[in-house]
């Protein structure tokens, strides 16, 4: 069991970012891997293209994922609560762990893919083909 580094969701695995922080490059230089789960990760993603297609302005605050004082925007959290369900809340990540973000997200998308090509390889015989 993992948590996610957003939302703090505890899931059985997490989808990797990288975020790289500009401080500790010298000592991480390939940056450090933070896990994400896939509602956040969809968010986040989410947050990245509108980002890109609306020139979203972005206000100085503290990254969620990389910990960096730099320009950050909104990402909608919906974190699991106990007593209300699931509670919104707004995390601010940079643009450079958002476009990490949407590297994972393709990376993870694309696995899925594969994996269903996979599955639908192996049970492929129980389909039934409609006659054409
Ligand atoms: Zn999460
Ligand atoms: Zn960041």
């Known amino acids: 069991?993992?948590?996610c580094d957003l939302c703090g969701r505890g899931i059985p695995t997490v989808i990797p970012v990288r975020a790289i922080r500009p401080l500790l490059k010298f000592a991480y230089p390939e940056g450090v891997w933070k896990g994400l789960c896939?509602?956040?990760l969809d968010s986040a993603q989410?947050?990245?293209l509108t980002v890109n297609k609306?020139?979203?302005s972005c206000r100085k605050g503290k990254c969620a994922l990389c910990g960096d004082k730099t320009g950050v925007f909104p990402v909608e959290l919906q974190i699991p609560n106990f007593s209300?369900?699931?509670i919104k809340k707004d995390a601010d990540l940079c643009y450079r762990c958002l476009k990490s973000v949407?590297?994972?997200y393709i990376r993870?998308?694309?696995e899925q893919i594969e994996q269903d090509h996979e599955q639908g390889r192996i049970h492929g015989h129980e389909h039934v083909h409609p006659h054409h």
């Open 46 to 48: 989410k947050t990245y």
């Open 84 to 86: 209300k369900g699931v």
């Open 54 to 56: 609306n020139q979203t």
């Open 102 to 104: 949407d590297e994972a």
């Open 108 to 110: 993870y998308k694309k």
């Open 38 to 40: 896939e509602p956040c």
């Open 1 to 3: 069991m993992t948590d």
